[in-house]
């Protein structure tokens, strides 16, 4: 691992509180947009942070936004208001050109069990533009695992939109709390398609975002397994607050050298 590939979970709304701290340390942000955020940005003073992030040599990644969204909603109206964010999106992007954006899939089998082909189909006519705008600002589009419990959605999604800019960012926490196969099982099915990884620790009660290696997940596991099949990949720490942040940072720094690329 490439001491440039970590970044750390940054909302849009507290980016400019923080922008001294980002440079000052060096830490790379993952931009996260909500929808209120996107609908009052600034995109002048957007390119601004984007000019003073690059001169200073941080690179980014994003987070869309995800709140009552379903890029495989079978309601029309929830389905094209999850496409227009999606562009809102990647207008954002192509300002900020950041090396991966983040979705989440919206799927969980209690909600689309019986309806799976058609949430499988409209999220591949919503994700199908979103990589083409991918490929024009030269980034790449990943889907997060949330309520999966167990990677075969997530795998058909993939398989069916076929590009090498449509991704997989694999959520340790959010594995930690909803799958039901082992963490040796889900890289073998998904392992070469992650393009980032979100880093945070729980005890599988709760999406805690405590600092790696202070709650239950096998850590060491995990990189040995971001190791073999996704050493390029970007990791992202989800920490929640500053001090959360440091300690992360402080925890992660023994694995750095045994994950060099």
Known sequence: MKVNQIFVH???ALLEEHLD???QRGINPEIAFTGESLDTLDLQRLREISGILSENRIRTTMHAPFMDLSPGALDRLVLEATRQRFQQVMAAAA???PSVVVFHPGYDRWRFGSNRHRWLKNSIETFQ???EQAAAIGCVVAVENIFEEEPS?????????DSPLFRHCFDVGHWNLFSKLSMEDWFAALGPFIAEAHIHDNHG???DHSPLGEAGIDFPLFFKLMARYAPEAAWTIEAHNREAVERALE???PYLG????
């Open 205 to 207: 009660l709760a999406d």
């Open 95 to 97: 300002v900020l050109k």
């Open 258 to 261: 045994a994950c060099r690329t």
């Open 251 to 253: 925890n992660i720094s």
């Open 10 to 12: 940054a909302p849009f």
């Open 153 to 161: 959605t997530l795998r058909a999604l993939l398989d069916a939109v």
């Open 21 to 23: 701290f980002l440079l």
């Open 129 to 131: 533009p979103v990589v």
